[in-house]
C-alpha cells in the first residue's frame, strides 16, 4: 500500500480506453473514453474511496480524464513514462501491455510517494499549452529555414516560403495572445514583471518560465536548478571521478532560457558576462561556461521571485564561481 494508507488507482490512458488498476485489493476495470466512461470512472474511483488518481503524460489524451476527476474531487498526479518504464524493468517486469502498464503506474506511485507538488491551475495549463504551440512553430520555422539553405525545386522553395510567411504570422498572433494572458492574470503579470527586469530576459523568456516552471520562488537553488536540467551530476565509482554532466529536467523550457542566457552572458548582462567571461578563462569550453551561467541565473530567479525583488546588479554580482547564492528559499 501507499504511505499513509492512501488508496491509489493507476490509470493507462489510450486513445478509445482507460485500462485501471487499484492494487490493494486487485482491482482492475476498462473505461470507454466518452463522457459517459469518464462520469463511470470517477464514480468507480469514489466507491473503492481511492485517493489518488495517477496517471501518466499520454500527448494530451490524459487532460479530459484528469479534468473529470479532480472535478470530482479525485487527487490526480501525472508522471513521466519513462520513469514508469524503468521502474518497471527495474522491478524484473519486462511484458508490457495495457493491463500491466495500469499497474506498474499504480505500483510505482505506491513506491515513490512523492510530496504533492503544485496545486492544479486550468489557467496555467491552458498558457503552458499555447507556449507549447508557440515552440512547436519556432522548431517547424527552423527546419523550413534549414532546408531552404539547399537548392530544390522552384515549386518546392515557393512552397517553403509561403509556409514560413504564414509561421511568421502565427508565431506574432499567439504572442499577442501569451501576452494578453499574462497581463490579465495579476501573479502572472507580478512574475513577469520580475523575470523581465532581467537584462537579457524578454517577454517569450518569462513566459516559457512562468507556464511551464511554477515552481520558481517555492523551492531551493538546488531544485530550481534540476527542474531546469542545468544540475551537475556525479560520475564517480570507488577512487574514480568522472565528469559532471547535466540530466533531466524540462527540455523546452531549458531550450527556450538557454537562447536568452546565450545572448546574456556574452551580451546584455554585464553581471552574467563578468561571470561568463571569468569561467573562459579559466580554461571552461563556451557551452560549459553558458550552462553554468544559466544555473547562476536561474538560481538568482529563484531568489528574486521568492523576494518578490526586481533585478539590482549590486545585491545579485556573482563575484565568484564557487560561492553559494543568497539562501533566501525554503529548503
Not at 550552462?291 to 521571485?305: D, E, F, G, S
Request: charged share 30%.
Amino acid at each position: 500500500m501507499a504511505q499513509n494508507d492512501l488508496i491509489v488507482a493507476g490509470i493507462d490512458v489510450a486513445k478509445d480506453k482507460v485500462d485501471v488498476c487499484i492494487r490493494s485489493p486487485s482491482l482492475r476495470r476498462t473505461f470507454a473514453s466518452t463522457a459517459e466512461g469518464r462520469r463511470e470512472l470517477a464514480s468507480w474511483l469514489r466507491r473503492k474511496r481511492v485517493g489518488k488518481a495517477v496517471m501518466e503524460a499520454s500527448g494530451g489524451y490524459e487532460r479530459e480524464w484528469a479534468k473529470a476527476l479532480r472535478d470530482a474531487k479525485i487527487e490526480v498526479r501525472i508522471v513521466d513514462p519513462k520513469r514508469v518504464r524503468d521502474f518497471a524493468r527495474s522491478a524484473g517486469r519486462l511484458a508490457k501491455n495495457d493491463t500491466i502498464d495500469a499497474e506498474m503506474i499504480a505500483w510505482f506511485a505506491e513506491t515513490f510517494d512523492e510530496v504533492p507538488g503544485q496545486a492544479y491551475d486550468a489557467e496555467r495549463e491552458k498558457l503552458a499549452q499555447i507556449v507549447n504551440a508557440r515552440l512547436g512553430l519556432l522548431d517547424l520555422q527552423t527546419k523550413l529555414q534549414n532546408r531552404g539553405e539547399h537548392a530544390g525545386p522552384e515549386p518546392v522553395q515557393k512552397m517553403q516560403a509561403r509556409m514560413l510567411k504564414k509561421i511568421a504570422v502565427e508565431i506574432t498572433k499567439l504572442e499577442a495572445v501569451i501576452a494578453a494572458m499574462i497581463k490579465a492574470t495579476p501573479h502572472c503579470a507580478e512574475l513577469a514583471e520580475i523575470i523581465e527586469s532581467v537584462p537579457g530576459l524578454a517577454e517569450t523568456t518569462s513566459a516559457a518560465l512562468i507556464a511551464k516552471m511554477p515552481e520558481l520562488g517555492q523551492v531551493n537553488n538546488k531544485i530550481g536548478a534540476a527542474l531546469l536540467g542545468t544540475a551537475p551530476y556525479d560520475d564517480d565509482s570507488g577512487r574514480r571521478r568522472g565528469e559532471r554532466h547535466i540530466k533531466g529536467g524540462r527540455r523546452k523550457v531549458r531550450n527556450a532560457f538557454y537562447m536568452a542566457c546565450l545572448g546574456a552572458a556574452t551580451l546584455h548582462n554585464p553581471v552574467l558576462k563578468a561571470f561568463y567571461d571569468r569561467l573562459i578563462a579559466k580554461g571552461k569550453e563556451p557551452k560549459v561556461a553558458l550552462v553554468a551561467c544559466m544555473r547562476k541565473l536561474i538560481c538568482l530567479l529563484t531568489v528574486m521571485i521568492a523576494r518578490r525583488q526586481k533585478w539590482d546588479p549590486a545585491r545579485y554580482t556573482v563575484s565568484d564561481p564557487a560561492r553559494p547564492l543568497p539562501s533566501a528559499c525554503p529548503a
